[in-house]
Structures are given as structure tokens and as C-alpha cells.
Nanobody
């Protein structure tokens, strides 16, 4: 059974940095894309950043130049380095992976979410 386990959230002052990490565990044949979404109270979940198996990255405009996504294929891991954090970045951050478990079709998986709070 595939699971995504996140770590690294917390409370930080505006201008500070946090690093989120997510590991996909289980018997996995391949990973197409891993990424991070966030959801603040009363809003829809939105893409923050993603990286595909070719290393191509995508970022939402509001985090470009501040957040950086990277992956470690051998560890089925994705990380998000968040710098110059702003109060507007406060949200629950969810790890996402589109992957193929061994002997199965590709499917979209979500982590349990980790809270990031940026104080002003």
C-alpha cells in the first residue's frame, strides 16, 4: 500500500524559511510527478509546485523565486524549500504524487497534510 509521509511544517516568522519533505513508501514501479499543494481555511486547494520525472518544475506565480522544489528519485522523495515566507503562505501543505504502484495502474496519492504558519 502506497503512503505519502510529510514532515517539516511549523511556525515561522515572516521572512523566515522552512523545508518540507515527503517520502512515498510502498512498492512503487514508477513516479510520474510529485508536488505540493496548499489549502488555507475557506479556500480551494491550490498547486504550489511540482516536479516531474524529467525534472521539469512548475510553480505558482506567488512563490516563484522564493520556493524551490527538488526530488530524490532513489528515495522516492520530494522536498520544498520555502524562503522569504509571508503570512499569505499560511496553509496546510499537502504532498501529492502521481505514481504507479507495482502491478497496478497510475493513481493520484495525497499525504495527510502539514501545517505551515507564518506570523507577521
Amino acid at each position: 500500500q502506497v503512503q505519502l509521509v510529510e514532515s517539516g511544517g511549523g511556525l515561522v516568522e515572516a521572512g523566515g524559511s522552512l523545508r518540507l519533505s515527503c517520502v512515498a513508501s510502498g512498492t512503487i514501479s514508477s513516479i510520474d510527478t510529485m508536488g505540493w499543494y496548499r489549502q488555507a481555511p475557506g479556500t480551494q486547494r491550490q498547486l504550489v509546485a511540482s516536479i516531474n520525472k524529467l525534472g521539469r518544475t512548475r510553480y505558482r506565480d506567488s512563490v516563484k523565486g522564493r520556493f524551490f522544489i527538488s526530488n530524490n528519485d532513489s528515495k522516492n522523495m520530494v522536498s520544498l524549500q520555502m524562503n522569504s515566507l509571508k503570512p499569505d503562505d499560511t496553509a496546510v501543505y499537502y504532498c501529492n504524487a502521481f505514481l504507479r504502484p507495482e502491478g497496478s495502474s497510475e493513481y493520484n496519492y495525497w499525504g495527510q497534510g502539514t501545517q505551515v504558519t507564518v506570523s507577521s
